[in-house]
């Protein structure tokens, strides 16, 4: 099966903490893409990170980073010293090589609110 | 460059009529995609185009018809619309050019359609 979990519905947090959105995904292939997307509450879809599965090392951007572990099938996002600004639904999602009518297969997103 | 455009933004439509969602890049994109994103889900894939004149089904499709005349547009037409098409509609376009999945998915800022 092909499929991208997000157990984590909504996280709350205060600014200025750490906080890690989990990513979890099944997958036949042994060639497949992972992404980040943003969706802040203006709701559209802000594209964040992409990362093949050949490539293990993690990404850090700014106050972002993307930790990708293929042993326990995990791609999952730290926002370090969070500010409102993040507070959005966050999407993963899994683009399959062989086997994905080109769509991305996505998670059902977890709900980030930064209080300030 | 504007990207992925989409009009309208927001529309009611009454069971029953019918009515074309356009979808509009200005990025030369090979590749294009209609997505549905119902409440607290995911984006669920209901058509793609990998060029002019070649469209096919993605996950959900019935109830939805496309055509790609063009590289730019590619609407998105809705017949006979049922309450159970209310949802945020999603369009996306990808280079193409590698002619493979994985590629980065640039998105539109949707369209809400509410079915009464």
């Known amino acids: 099966a092909q499929k991208v979990t997000q157990a984590q519905t909504e996280i709350s947090v205060v600014e200025k903490e750490d906080v890690t959105l989990d990513c979890v995904y099944e997958t036949r292939d042994t060639t497949y893409y992972l992404f980040w997307y943003k969706q802040p509450p203006s709701g559209e879809l802000v594209f964040l990170i992409r990362?093949?599965?050949?490539d293990e090392q993690n990404e850090i951007s700014g106050r972002y980073s993307w930790n990708f572990q293929k042993s326990t099938s995990s791609f999952n996002f730290t926002i370090t010293a969070s500010q409102v600004v993040d507070s959005a639904v966050y999407f993963c999602?899994?683009?399959?090589?062989?086997?994905?009518?080109?769509?991305?297969?996505w998670g059902a997103g977890t709900k980030l609110i930064i209080k300030p | 460059n504007a990207g992925v455009t989409q009009t309208p933004k927001f529309r009611i439509l009454k069971i029953g009529q019918s009515m074309t969602l356009q979808c509009t890049q200005d990025m030369n994109h090979n590749y294009m995609y209609w997505y549905r994103q119902d409440p607290g889900m995911g984006l669920k894939l209901i058509y793609y185009?990998?060029?002019?004149?070649?469209?096919d089904k993605g996950e959900v499709p019935n109830g939805y018809n496309v055509s790609r005349s063009t590289t730019e547009d590619f609407p998105l037409r809705l017949e006979l619309a049922a309450p159970s098409q209310t949802s945020v509609y999603f369009c996306?376009?990808?280079?193409?050019?590698?002619?493979?999945?994985?590629?980065?998915?640039?998105f539109g800022p949707g369209t809400r359609l509410l079915v009464l």
């Open positions: 185009s990998v060029g002019a004149g070649i469209t």
């Open positions: 996306a376009s990808s280079r193409g050019t590698s002619g493979a999945p994985g590629e980065t998915q640039y």
């Open positions: 990362r093949n599965s050949f």
């Open positions: 999602a899994l683009s399959p090589y062989m086997d994905s009518n080109y769509q991305l297969i």
